[in-house]
């Protein structure tokens, strides 16, 4: 019998604009969603269009330069997101390819 890898939900998805700052396991930069509504809790398991695993919790949104719970797509927030993999947000760019970080929001 043969397993299959099981494949986590992607429901959340946020591309990398800018990187505001960045330390050992943090990371502030600019997003825009691109999938979602991407919820606080959300977690990134991968980068799009790479085998580089990581894991990434969003743990604050800033819209408009005020706290929110959530970001639509197509809206682009300051957001926080903390664990392994901050060092690999490198802010990309048309001509390169923009990051695109993939994950699954909070179950409800």
């Not at 949104?61 to 957001?79: G, K």
Request: proline share 7%.
């Amino acid at each position: 019998m043969t397993m299959t890898p099981k494949h986590p939900r992607i429901d959340a998805e946020l591309q990398i604009d800018g990187i505001r700052g960045t330390e050992e396991d943090k990371a502030t930069v600019v997003v825009r969603c691109i999938r979602g509504p991407v919820r606080l809790g959300a977690r990134f398991h991968r980068i799009r269009d790479t085998a580089v695993p990581i894991d990434l919790e969003l743990t604050e949104i800033l819209f408009y330069e005020r706290p929110v719970d959530e970001l639509d797509p197509s809206h682009t927030a300051l957001v926080t997101l903390r664990g392994a993999g901050t060092p690999l947000l490198l802010s990309g760019n048309n001509a390169h390819g923009w990051k695109i970080i993939q994950g699954a929001n909070p179950s409800s």
